[in-house]
């Protein structure tokens, strides 16, 4: 018995059983009846058993069939989805597919691509904004970009590696400040805007020495970060503000840091990669052009926090 069998004949029998007839197998495959019927006839002798019932026209398949059957079809459907993918990148190596956090898509990346679509023409670039974890292995991206512990992700069959982290520091609008956080205010009283995805509140207060020092009297729940920010700019609560998406509202003036502290986060944006997929030119030049972006983004973060007095700490080490 043949330790390997045909292609041919596997390809045969898998048209067989899905199509469950000899003749529209063989009309699909352009080769004749007689042609399939040997084929299957022998991928069952190489095997060792029946795979096909024939009872005149109708053709059920054996238990040993269905189980084959079941295999070919996950195989040839995986064998499609990988070749139209080479051929996608082959024929449009210029465009890439990149799949983002909504957060960091919207308040960052969207208000920098443009440099780089400028600087590379010819280069396409698909943004898929989606909420945070929302990987869709099920589909082909170039690359894709979230935030989470290091390493959270492993055996998903993708290559990680650090972006950058950023700073949590407390924000609110100044007349906001002024009604909540003066002398004698209890900071419970405050309106408290948080991101279910991501809420520090907690930790940040124990971590700073800022402690409520009660139960928050008034909170509302949102799911992303920028959410938050859009209300706490339009003076509706204190939220906790990530540097990379609270930046451009306190450069502003929109948004203030009335506790002068700001700590780096224990999460990480991380760029992940289909593993073991030698990267095209214009991935390379993505990765490229997008650390140094960050780079350059977070100096300049560290430049308007060292001028607004804002001092950023560690976390310890046993933090996140």
Known sequence: MSNRQSLTALRAFEAVARLNSISSAAEELHVTRPAVSKQVTQLEHDMGCALLLRTG????????????????????????STTDTIIRRAKQGQHLRVLVCRDFASS????????????????SVEITAEKNGAFRLDEDF??????????????????????????????????????YLGQDRDICDAPYLIDANYDVWDEWCALTGIDPGGPRRQQTVFNETTLCLSVAASGGGLTIGDSFLAMPAIRAGQLIVPHKLGLMS???????????RAPA???RKFESWL??????????????LEEKGIEVAERPCDQG
């Open 108 to 123: 960052w990346l969207a208000g920098q691509v443009g440099a780089f679509l400028v600087a590379n023409p010819g280069i």
């Open 281 to 283: 030119s214009a991935s």
């Open 266 to 276: 224990a999460q990480n944006y991380a760029l992940f990669k289909p593993q073991g």
């Open 142 to 179: 170039d690359f894709r970009i979230f935030y989470g512990m290091q390493g959270a992700k492993a055996g998903m069959g993708l290559e990680e590696s650090e972006l950058c982290r950023w700073i949590d520091m407390l924000v609110c609008t100044r007349s906001f400040a002024d009604s």
């Open 291 to 304: 650390r140094g972006a960050i780079n350059t983004y977070q100096l300049t973060v560290l430049q308007v």
């Open 57 to 80: 026209n109708m053709i059920r398949l054996t238990p040993a069939g269905s189980e084959l059957f079941l295999a070919l079809k996950q195989a040839f459907e995986l064998i499609h």
